[in-house]
């Protein structure tokens, strides 16, 4: 959903990523937080994101500032 180009964070992710791991960075009291997972849902104004923990977050269109598609996680050593 994110890329930055000469400074500036740019939103890369749209509605069509839904089942894509994406990072999403938001606005939040004193900061940023950055939500790393796969994108289940887009609806209504909020994004839904799955994290590797099974977390289902919910994020507001209108704190958004940053976002992309990223790779699938690497597998795990056993």
Do not use: C, N, Q
Not at 7 to 30: K, N
Not at 48 to 73: C, Q
Request: no cysteine; charged share 30%.
């Amino acid at each position: 959903m994110t890329a930055r180009f000469a400074g500036r964070l740019v939103i890369a992710v749209t509605p069509s990523d839904i089942g894509r791991r994406v990072t999403i960075r938001r606005a939040d009291t004193g900061g940023f937080r950055d939500t790393v997972g796969v994108l289940v849902s887009w609806e209504h104004g909020v994004l839904r994101v799955r994290r590797r923990d099974g977390e289902l977050v919910e994020i507001s269109e209108t704190s958004v500032v940053a976002g992309k598609v990223v790779p699938d996680a690497p597998g795990r050593a056993r």
